[in-house]
């Protein structure tokens, strides 16, 4: 997974406390997303950007907030951290859109208590 | 709802058999499909792919079936090998998402026995 780095890799929050996750990226790829995975539920799209200072909302957004204000980062925050945002999180990077030269990062454990 | 549905949550095969991961998928609309492995602790890697215009790719040991009418994808690993034991996850995209969106299956374990 060179060339995505996220951090930090693990966290605890309690429940309304706040934080942000940190998606740094090498490739000058144009297309950044953050995805959650719950048990069962394989990759869900949480947000999505297209390029630098654009974001856009994925499959579940609800109880996030992104920003892109330099194309090698995309920053994903929780403004009132719950349990249910208790997950794995995964960032990843496109340089074409096709999925098939997609790279994700390490992915990051968050659990919310 | 989901739309993209990986039914087996593990699959167990001996060293050098094949290994064979299904897929079904509701929307009619995707036309390009993936299959990405995952190792603990690591993030997806991608694996394979597929246009809707063609019922199967191969590389190397991994070739992947479409069966448009059914809505249905395989994957099959021949010869298992341990190092393929890992999470595989199939995902799907329209080309009506202009940046390619995709919609993940919930994965499968793979657990390669010697």
């Known amino acids: 997974n060179a060339g995505v780095t996220q951090t930090p890799k693990f966290r605890v929050l309690k429940t309304g406390q706040s934080m942000t996750l940190l998606c740094a990226q090498d490739?000058?790829?144009?297309?950044m997303y953050w995805y959650r995975q719950d048990p069962g539920m394989g990759l869900r799209l949480i947000h999505y950007s297209v390029g630098e200072g654009t974001t856009a909302k994925g499959e579940v957004p609800d109880g996030y907030n992104v920003s892109r204000l330099k194309k090698q980062n995309f920053l994903l925050g929780l403004e009132s951290a719950a349990p249910s945002q208790t997950s794995v999180y995964f960032c990843?990077?496109?340089?074409?859109?096709?999925?098939?030269?997609?790279?994700f990062g390490e992915g990051s454990w968050l659990t919310v208590v | 709802d989901q739309q993209v549905k990986q039914n087996s949550p593990s699959l167990s095969v001996q060293e050098g058999r094949i290994s064979i991961l299904n897929c079904d998928y509701t929307n009619s609309m995707f036309d390009y499909f993936l299959w990405y492995k995952k190792y603990p602790a690591e993030g997806p890697t991608f694996l394979i792919s597929i246009s809707s215009i063609k019922d199967k790719n191969e590389d190397g040991r991994f070739t992947v079936f479409l069966n448009k009418s059914a809505k249905h994808l395989s994957l099959h690993i021949v010869p298992s090998q341990p190092g393929d034991s890992a999470v595989y996850f199939c995902a799907a995209s329209a080309a009506t998402d202009s940046w390619g969106k995709l919609q993940f299956g919930a994965g499968t374990q793979v657990v390669v026995t010697p």
């Open positions: 490739m000058n790829h144009e297309y």
């Open positions: 990843a990077t496109d340089g074409t859109s096709s999925g098939n030269t997609i790279y």
